[in-house]
Every structure is written in C-alpha cells, then in structure tokens.
C-alpha cells in the first residue's frame, strides 16, 4: 500500500472515531451527554389505602392524602370549586415564607386594619416583625395580620393576591382563585378540598410552618407591652394526640371547614373538610384523620 493511500486511511478512521463518540453530530468539541433518565433517588414510599370503608362526613367536599407521596386516599367532591374561608391562609403563609427575610419589621398602617372579625387588633405604627406575625396568622388566623403581611410583602392587597395565584398554578392548584389574603368572602374568589389538600401538603414541608401548626397557644406582646394569650383555633390538637396542624376556616358563606394533618408509626395524612357545619366539622375531621393513620396492616395498594 501506497504511503499516501495509508495515509488518508488513518485519517478516515480517526473522523470516524470522532464523530461516534460524539454521537454522530461532531461538535467541535464532545460534551458530556445527559444520562436519558433521572439520576437514582431514594424512592418515595407510596401510602396504602385502608382496607376499611372512610367513613360518612357531612361536609360537602373532603379529601385525605399522604402527605409524603400525595396520595389520595379518599376524596368526595373534590374538585368542585367552593368557598374556603379562612383555610386560603396556608397559601397566604406559603408566599410569606417564599418572600423570606422572615425577621424584616412590618409597619402596621391604618388600610391594614380595615377587615372583620377575628382581628389582632394592632394599631397604625407599631411593628413586628414577619415571623411574629405569621406565627399569629396560622395560629389565630387574624385578618388585620394577613392583611399586613400582604401589604409588605405584595405591596398591595392586590398585588399579594397575583403573588398567591401565582403560587397556586406553581404548585398545581387548577380550581382555585384568590383575590385576598384572608378567605373573607368576594366574589370570584373559591378553591377545592383538592387544591387545598395541595396546599397543605406543601407547607407541610416546611418546619416553620409546621411549628407553628402544631402549636396550642403562645403569649404575644405588642409593642406597648401588653400581651394576649393567642390560642390555636384547631380543636383536634386537643382531641387527637397526633395531630399536628394545620387551618381552620369559617364564614356564612363557605360554612365550617378545616384541614388537618397528623402522623403516626411512621405515616402522616392530610385531611381537608369543607362546606360542613359546627356540629360535624370536628368529629368528621377526626374520624378522617384516624381512618388514615389507625390501622395495622389492613391495607390495599
């Protein structure tokens, strides 16, 4: 063979080396290729479903989830879009904590007072800081303290409402729309026990969220030094040993409702009860909760 016949050969055979370790499109240099698949993770463990029939709730619209997998485990009427009064508040909480300089001091101005009923009662000039208030805001679901946070953190009432549907699209909340911060009654203004259940879940991964979820009552001070006793409107912290949060809500409108979450051996759920009344809001929320969580083994996957 020729010298330069071998030498052409040689050079074809490196192009051709080339251009199949760069995959048959040489760039003009190889990059390293992306695997066709995400990279191993610890696998999510997907909740069983109670071999035992949920039991019968009043409200008009419930669902229960795992809260680690999302799972639903029981759900009725689940996507019809209703009135949630004051459970919008978890979603409230979730884009104060998005904004975070969590310890900035809010200036509490005259527009902030302006709502009904349940109110903190704070006077135009003092200050807080975000923390404190949001601590109130799950706690006692004071109105004149979602409207203060959302002011300083959406710059308007408004402005904090696009943040919240902004949020709500973000973690796949598709039959909800917020127009305020704290579930007070406006027209066009609605969610579902589904959307809420998402919600829920999603704060309840965060730990400062969940502390003050699950807390019974703090003392507040404002800033003359007076205090309040601020005690958790969710009674099943009392009744269920494992509860550990989450909202209460209630108006004319979107009648009694409540999301609840608890964990146990190993397990944790999220119940969400809405449009029910003071009679069966309470019980049908705990018997939801230990449906989920009270069971040994008797489960279908």
Sequence with gaps: ??????????????????????????????????????????????????????????????????????????????????AVASAQKILTALCILDAGNIDALVTIETSDTACEPTKLNLQPGEQYTRRELLKVLVVKSANDVARALARDVGGSQAGFAALMNRKAAALGMRNSNFINPNGLPMAGQFSSARDMAIAARAAYRSPLFRSYAATRAFTFRFNNGRTREIENTNRLLKTVPYCDGMKTGTTNVAGRCLVASGSLNGRSAITVVLKSNTANIWKDSEKLLRWALERSGNVVN
């Design 1 to 82: 063979m020729s010298r330069p016949l071998c030498v052409r050969l040689a050079a074809l055979c490196l192009t051709a080396a080339l251009v199949t370790s760069c995959g048959g499109n040489p760039p003009p240099r190889c990059e390293p290729v992306s695997p066709p698949y995400p990279p191993t993770r610890q696998p999510v463990s997907v909740a069983a479903i109670p071999l035992t029939s949920p039991p019968p709730v009043a409200g008009e619209s419930a669902i229960v989830i795992d809260a680690a997998s999302g799972r639903v485990l029981y759900a009725k009427n689940a996507d019809i879009p209703r």
